[in-house]
Every structure is written in structure tokens, then in C-alpha cells.
């Protein structure tokens, strides 16, 4: 004979939504990283550049400003695709920064405590999961890249009127284009580390080598073989190569054609997700 | 028990030099840091890393009939080419980050694996463990880059062809070239490998020192005279057969007398060995880190 | 002036010993000294067992004070730890190893040769019935292994100090009995052994004394029963069955070391509370030859570790006890 006495009620309030369930982890993450003050100094201090630009659309478009402090147009820098190429490269300079400080510790973290069985027991994918870590890097970055250069983009067409906009629209897609492929590779990138490399501090020297390394080896190869293959291999050739394509841009030195530098762009994102597919699964292999 | 009591009666240390210890002890620790970290599956990117140079090589001696012509019929020309090879892929590059990784995952690496303390736990001084990790770390690179730099070499010699190349190796100064390439790659290995052992001692996140390093390194070209000397890159660069050509704005400087430049750079990587040595006393435990 | 030398070169001394993590307090104002067999470290979460253990081995230095190793200082790891074992609580290990590898590699760090290292490393093994699983990579080890291996490691190089910080965890009964059989034979054979742990019952039956230590400070040290005796805010309770307990409560009042008497449900036994235990037992006697009560059975209620643990430290400590 026994008595149970059933005190336990499971939880009957509301649950998050499941197609909004991979939002979760980017607002934790970012509860997280907003609590250090460095951190916010970091992230304000991405914004110096587009207020600079701010002033300068600003000032192209403002004759008293430019009386009162009497300078001409032509002493300020023209608003055409290099000022925006200019923006973007600054920009997406920064999000690299951001990413070696934020993305070694993505999923590291979550291996070193065995917490993939804990998110991936609840109803929430691995493609969801991957997705949500994405995220919070994507949201992040592009607050600061893509985000304000559009809206400044937008400025310069409302400043300036008279079918400016019309005209330049390709700017703007060059803008949102040359960003995200950046962006997504910058996640893809940190993800794959901060799943392989247990150690945060190598996961940043490999996103730092990554970009080093190449550079050296690709023009041995240029000048051993007077190819540009071994260009190939470098994600920074391939995003000035991209942006010298989008932004239309001469003057740039693109080593890779307009679908090379996409190429460069798939077969590392390709890389990074085998590599995050080996890794994230709820469980652990032992051999 | 007594509440207070003292502690005062504590022996000293052991003050004898007890060198055949030594030795049998930093041997042990060989064999666990080389089977560990240069046997594992985590080698085999750096193995594939330090094959660059020679598959470079390879696909230029071998692969391309152009690439073997021109080896053959521009012997100077080649040679330059490699000597531009040498000192910006496989120095500046290739043992430059392999030296990083090695030697700063010497000790960082088991501080992340919470496995260091094993060591401290031994009846072993801790100026015995650095020196048997940094000879662990000088065993794995110098092995490794010695062969990417002869696998190189093989493949520069082998495009010119037989009895040319056999010729230039023992009736010229092919034969003393080879070696000093070699002994360049190998004092690479004991000075960057010295700096980097340090820095993984001293720092809990050596990315920005070893970043630091090497923008010091590669623009040590554009430095004054004075600073220049304050580099590791100065003295193998001088050392070198066939000097990378630095460029129009390179700052003019005397070269080293080898005479100078190898005992300096055995001198430094002894100073930085005896840094780390008083360093790893004040090392706490793993889960103080 | 040589008897004194000799005694503080048997033992494990803390001179006024306190560590700081930054603001931290890790333990403060420690001294004890310990002599051979099994002295148990005994307190909650944080309290400060580990730091203890870590700054008897020299894994971390100590703010203030000294300590000595049966003489040595810990600042001297050549000549500490051909005396010294430590079993931490960290369940990692060198990547790749097998079990056999892990105990042997470090024994060649000790600087015994292949042949010694060799038979130290199976002794050791066999110690810690792991001879089956030896040549297995720790990596695929269970947890109770891995602990086991661990062990093995610590007692492989015959040290005379073993530092065993929860050395019972992930084990599974027979193999926890196992060990405290070890531990009560090693202990037999002359070695200092201090072990922490959570599990009040066995450092009850295994340990010669006990330190317990809650937030940093050393609350009480000794056998269990002197540190009992010792707490007279707490008088000891003892059980007695017998046929004539209202009479029994009205003579042991006689004894002014009894505080209470509280009669048994059953009205066949009484609880009482005594600050003299010994006394008690005395005046017991005497009753029941003068009285000729049948007693069925006499037993301490709380005077084990347990009791001893919530006294001191109780539900504020956040033990798992």
C-alpha cells in the first residue's frame, strides 16, 4: 500500500512561439555582453565613422554650414560608391574586431559544459541552434555596418533628390550585398572555430590567421606561377574583389573575378558548415 | 591539537645540482609533450601548414614544365626566388605561426585542458618542466621546419636537373647554402619559440603580444638601425644566403657578422628560457586561472 | 630540542596559514598540525577544504603564514612530491593516454627508470582493481575509472602524504569500500592521508580525526567523539530502553550533567540529554545495581560526525551532508 501525493504540476503558462524560439538565445547573449562597459564603449565607438559621414552628407548639402565655416564642396569628399566602399571597408573592419572578441566563446562555451544535450533535448534544432548563434553576431554586426550605411545612403538620396536615388540604387544594393556576404562568412568563420577550438584564445588566433596566412602564400604563388589562384584562398582579396565588382570601382586592384570572389565566399561557408555539423550534436563521441 | 603552532622548522631547498635527474626527467617529459601534441589527430593541420612550401615547390619543379625551365635556364633568378620563398613563406609565415602555436600551447594549452598541474604535482623543479616543454617545442618545430625548408630545397635542386645540381652541391656553394638555410630555420625555432613560450606564460590571452611581435617583425625593415637590432628577424635575415629584398623604403643597415648574430640569438633565447624559469614558480593552480 | 625536530618532521604543519583570492577569503588564520593516519577535511561547498589541500601541495602560496610537509616546505616540489601524493578533484587529463600511460608517463617525470616505472605503475593499477582496463584510453573511461586512475597516479611513486580531495566521488559502493579499505590499510602502514568529503557516514567510519572547516575558519579538529565531548552547548543525547523509565528519569536528575529527560512514546525507554557523557554512564551503572532495572539497550543518538556537521555547521553551511 502507498500514498503519492502528486504535488508536482508541470508548467501550463505560455510558451515562446516556435517559429520565434531562435531568438531566445541572441536576447541572453545579449542581456550578457551589454553588462560590460567596454563592451558598450566598443560598440559606440562603431559609430564614429557614420557620424563622420553623417556630417560630411550633411555639410555637401548645407551651403550655409559651409559658409559659416567656409570651406567649398570640392574641399569635402564627394558622396559616389567610394565614399560608401570607404564606409563599408571601415565598418566591416570593426565587425571582424567584434567578431574575434564575441565569437571564439559562441559554442566553446557550450561544449566545454555539455550544454548542446541541454538545448537540443528541449524542441530546438540543430539548424536552429546554429542559426540563433549565428545571430547573435549577424544582429550585432549589423547594427553597424550594413544598417547605418543604408540609412545614410537614404540621407544622401533625400539631401540630394532630383532621381540621386533612382540612379544610385546599385549603391545601395552594393552596400547591403558586399556587408551581409562579409557578415555571414565573419559568423560561419567564428562559429566553425569556437566549435573545434576549445580554447577561446586560439579560436581568435585562428580567425586572425586565417586572414594572415594566405596573403603571404597567395603571392608566392602569384609570382612563382603568375597565376591568381592562390589568391583563392584569401577572404580578403575576395571581399575587395567583390566590392571592387559591386561598387564598380577601377581604381581597385580586384585579383578575382566578380564569380571567383563569390566562389571563395561558398567554398569557405561550405567548409565552416561541415565543420559546425561534425560538432553540434547532442551528443558526445568517445572512441 | 595545538591551536597555534609553528611553522618555522621548514628544510631548504634542495641545493644540489643533480644533472643526471635532470636529464632522465625533462627525456619523460619529451616523450609525453611530442606523443601528445605531435602525434595526435590536432598535428595534422600543422603538418599539413609546414607542407605548403614544399607542395608550392613540388608543383613548381615537377608539375609545371614552364616552372622546372625556367629553374634550369635562370639559375640566379631561381635562386632569388627562393630566397624570397624562404625568408616571406616559410620564416616569416610558416615557423613564425608554427613556432606561435607550439610553444604557446605548450603550457596555455594544459593550463585550457586543466592538465598542468599533473606536472606541478612530480618530484620535478619547474625550471626542469620549462626546459623540458621548450625542448619538446624545439624537437617538434625544428624537426618540421627543417624538413619543409630540405623538402623545398630538394625540389629547387631537383628541377635543375643531374649533374648540374650535384655539381653546384659539392664543387660549389650550393652544399653551404643548404646548411645555412637549415641553420637559419633552426635558430628560428629557438628564438621564436623562447619568445612564444614566454608570452604563453606571461599572458592569459598571447593573441595581442604575438600579434604584436609580429607586426614588430615584418616591419622591421622600416625601423631605425637601433630598433632593428631588437628583433629575431634581423639577425636571420642577415644570416640569410639571399636576402629577401625588402624594398625602396627599407632603412639601410650593416649586416651582422654571423659571428654576432648567432651567439646573440643563442644569448637572447637563454635570457627569455631563464625569464620563463622564474615565471612558472609564481604559476597557480589551473582552476586559479 | 631533537624529539621537537623530529616531531615536526612527522607532521603536516600550518602556521597561522591564510589565503586571499583577491578579496576573497579562502581560509584564514589556519594552524593545525597533523599527525599520521586518516585526518578528514569535513565542510560545505566553498568552505575551503580545496584550498587547504591546494596550499599543502604548493599549488597555490599561501597570503600569510607557513606550512611544512613533514618538514619541507612546499615551495620545493623536487622534494615535496617524492613524499606527497595529491588525488585532485579535477576530472581531466592528458589527451590520448591510456590509463597505463597516464601513471607510467608521470612516474618517468619523477625520474624512475623504464624498468621501476614500470612496476610501480602495475602495483599501483592493481591497487585500484584497474588491471583490465589499463592499456583503454582514460578518455573512454566511466567516471568511477577515471577517479580510480587518478588514485592510482597519486599512490603510484609510494608517497608517505596523501592529499585525496573527494576521492570517493563517482564511485560506486563496492569500489567506495574498496578504497576505504585501502585508505584504512595505507593509513595502517604509517602514511598521512587527508581526505575531503561530502559523505558524512564514511568519513565517520575511515577517519582518525576530522577537521571541519566552514567560510575559511577551522571549527572544530580531533576524533570525532573528543570534538563531540567538546561541544557542551550541545549536550549529547542518549537512548535507553528499559522497563522502569519514570523511575529512571527521576533518579539520573541526581546528576547535575543532565539537562533532559523525555520519556519514549511507548513508555518502554527515555531520551535523555547529558553536558558529561562519561558521567552519565557512571551514575547509569549505579542505578541499575541499586535499582535492578532491566535495561534493554543504551546508545548515543549524536555523537557521530553527522550530528557533529549540523551542530557546527548546520543548514547555513549549504552542505550537501
Not at chain 1, 566553446?108 to 530546438?124: I, K, V
Not at chain 3, 540529554?273 to 539497550?297: Q, W
Request: charged share 15%; proline share 4%; with cysteine.
Amino acid at each position: 500500500m502507498a500514498v503519492y501525493e502528486h504535488s508536482y504540476k508541470p508548467y501550463e503558462g505560455t510558451l515562446t512561439s516556435a517559429w520565434s524560439r531562435f531568438l531566445v538565445i541572441p536576447r541572453y547573449a545579449y542581456q550578457d555582453l551589454f553588462k560590460y562597459k567596454l563592451f558598450i564603449a566598443l560598440f559606440v565607438l562603431c559609430y564614429v565613422y557614420p557620424l563622420i559621414s553623417t556630417v560630411i552628407i550633411y555639410l555637401h548639402h548645407n551651403a550655409n554650414a559651409l559658409a559659416v565655416l567656409d570651406i567649398t564642396v570640392s574641399d569635402i569628399l564627394p558622396i559616389n560608391a567610394t565614399f560608401f566602399y570607404v564606409l563599408v571597408s571601415v565598418q566591416t573592419s570593426l565587425a571582424f574586431v567584434f567578431t574575434v572578441i564575441i565569437g571564439p566563446v559562441l559554442v566553446s562555451r557550450d561544449l566545454a559544459n555539455n550544454a548542446l544535450p541541454l538545448y537540443l533535448c528541449r524542441p530546438f534544432s540543430r539548424f536552429e541552434y546554429i542559426v540563433s548563434k549565428m545571430l547573435v553576431l549577424l544582429i550585432l554586426l549589423s547594427m553597424f555596418t550594413w544598417v547605418p550605411g543604408l540609412l545614410l545612403f537614404f540621407f544622401q538620396s533625400y539631401l540630394e533628390g532630383g532621381g540621386w536615388m533612382a540612379d544610385n540604387l546599385w549603391i545601395a544594393g552594393a552596400i547591403f550585398t558586399v556587408s551581409i556576404a562579409w557578415l555571414v562568412i565573419l559568423a560561419l568563420l567564428a562559429m566553425a572555430f569556437s566549435a573545434w577550438i576549445k580554447w577561446r584564445t586560439a579560436a581568435s588566433a585562428a580567425l586572425f590567421a586565417i586572414f594572415i596566412i594566405p596573403t603571404p602564400i597567395g603571392f608566392i604563388i602569384e609570382e612563382l606561377f603568375n597565376t591568381n589562384m592562390g589568391h583563392m584562398l584569401n577572404l580578403g582579396v575576395a571581399f575587395s574583389a567583390l566590392s571592387s565588382h559591386l561598387f564598380q570601382l577601377d581604381w581597385l586592384d580586384a585579383k578575382l573575378s566578380f564569380f571567383e570572389a563569390w566562389g571563395v565566399f561558398a567554398a569557405y561557408a561550405l567548409i565552416c558548415v561541415f565543420m559546425l555539423s561534425r560538432r553540434v550534436h547532442a551528443y558526445e563521441v568517445v572512441s | 591539537m595545538s591551536s597555534m603552532i609553528e611553522a618555522s622548522t621548514v628544510k631548504p631547498a634542495a641545493t644540489q645540482l643533480d644533472w643526471s635527474l635532470w636529464l632522465r626527467q625533462i627525456r619523460a617529459i619529451l616523450r609525453i609533450e611530442v606523443k601528445k601534441n605531435f602525434w595526435g589527430k590536432r598535428a595534422l593541420l600543422l603538418y599539413l601548414f609546414a607542407a605548403i612550401p614544399v607542395v608550392l615547390m613540388f608543383l613548381l619543379a615537377i608539375v609545371d614544365p614552364n616552372g622546372s625551365a625556367d629553374i634550369r635556364n635562370k639559375w640566379p633568378n631561381a635562386q632569388e626566388a627562393f630566397g624570397n620563398i624562404y625568408e616571406g613563406l616559410i620564416l616569416r609565415t610558416m615557423v613564425f605561426f608554427g613556432c606561435a602555436w607550439i610553444f604557446m600551447n605548450l603550457f596555455r594549452g594544459e593550463v585550457v585542458d586543466k592538465s598542468l598541474h599533473y606536472y606541478f604535482l612530480c618530484s620535478l623543479r619547474r625550471e626542469v618542466l620549462v626546459a623540458g616543454k621548450y625542448f619538446s617545442g624545439l624537437l617538434a618545430s625544428v624537426v618540421l621546419f627543417t624538413l619543409t625548408t630540405a623538402g623545398s630545397l630538394f625540389f629547387l635542386y631537383y628541377a635543375r636537373g643531374y649533374p648540374a645540381n650535384v655539381d653546384y652541391l659539392f664543387d660549389g656553394p650550393g652544399m653551404g647554402q643548404v646548411l645555412t638555410y637549415l641553420g637559419i630555420t633552426i635558430l628560428a625555432c629557438l628564438g621564436y619559440g623562447a619568445v612564444f613560450l614566454v608570452i604563453g606564460l606571461f599572458f592569459r590571452n598571447p593573441i595581442i603580444p604575438a600579434l604584436l611581435v609580429y607586426g614588430w617583425e615584418w616591419l622591421n625593415f622600416l625601423l631605425p638601425p637601433v630598433l632593428k637590432k631588437i628583433s629575431i628577424i634581423h639577425y636571420l635575415h642577415t644570416l640569410s644566403p639571399i636576402p629577401l629584398n625588402e624594398g625602396p623604403l627599407a632603412t639601410v643597415v650593416e649586416a651582422t657578422s654571423p659571428w654576432i648574430s648567432v651567439p646573440s640569438l643563442i644569448v637572447f633565447t637563454a635570457l627569455v628560457l631563464f625569464l620563463a624559469s622564474i615565471r612558472i614558480r609564481g604559476v597557480s593552480h589551473p582552476s586559479n586561472h | 630540542m631533537h624529539s621537537n625536530i623530529e616531531h615536526r618532521t612527522s607532521q603536516i604543519i600550518f602556521g597561522d596559514v591564510s589565503k586571499f583570492y583577491g578579496e576573497i577569503l579562502g581560509v584564514n588564520r589556519v594552524s593545525l598540525a597533523i599527525a599520521p593516519g586518516i585526518t578528514s577535511l569535513v565542510g560545505p561547498n566553498g568552505s575551503g577544504k580545496t584550498t587547504l589541500m591546494n596550499l599543502m601541495t604548493g599549488l597555490i602560496q599561501p597570503t600569510r603564514g607557513r606550512i611544512s610537509i613533514l618538514g619541507i616546505s612546499p615551495d620545493n616540489p623536487q622534494e615535496l612530491f617524492s613524499k606527497v601524493g595529491y588525488c585532485g578533484q579535477f576530472d581531466s587529463f592528458p589527451k590520448g593516454m591510456t590509463g597505463y600511460e597516464f601513471v607510467k608517463s608521470f612516474l618517468r617525470v619523477h625520474g624512475y627508470s623504464n624498468k621501476v616505472a614500470d612496476e610501480k605503475t602495475w602495483r599501483a593499477i592493481e591497487r585500484v582493481d584497474l588491471i583490465e582496463a589499463a592499456h583503454r584510453k582514460v578518455a573512454g573511461y566511466s567516471k568511477g575509472m577515471r577517479q580510480r586512475i587518478r588514485l592510482a597516479q597519486s599512490i603510484a611513486h609510494d608517497p608517505v602524504v596523501m592529499i585525496l580531495d573527494e576521492p570517493l566521488n563517482g564511485l560506486d559502493p563496492m569500489a567506495r569500500a574498496e578504497t576505504i579499505r585501502l585508505f584504512r590499510q595505507l593509513a595502517k602502514e604509517g602514511l598521512h592521508l587527508i581526505v575531503s568529503s561530502h559523505i558524512l557516514h564514511e568519513v565517520n567510519v575511515m577517519s582518525d580525526r576530522v577537521v571541519l572547516i566552514n567560510n575559511g575558519y577551522i571549527l572544530a579538529e580531533g576524533g570525532v567523539t573528543g570534538v563531540r565531548e567538546e561541544m557542551e552547548e550541545h549536550p549529547m543525547q542518549i537512548m535507553i530502553r528499559c522497563d522502569l523509565p519514570q523511575d529512571l528519569a527521576a533518579r539520573i536528575f541526581a546528576s547535575d550533567s543532565v539537562v533532559e529527560a523525555q520519556l519514549h512514546r511507548d513508555k518502554q525507554g527515555l531520551f535523555i540529554r547529558t553536558r558529561n557523557a562519561e558521567a552519565f554512564y557512571l551514575l547509569l551503572n549505579r542505578i541499575v545495581v541499586e535499582s535492578g532495572m532491566n535495561i534493554e539497550a543504551v546508545a548515543p543518538v549524536d555523537d557521530d560526525l553527522n550530528a557533529v556537521y549540523q551542530y557546527l555547521i548546520g543548514s547555513n553551511g549549504g552542505g550537501q551532508a
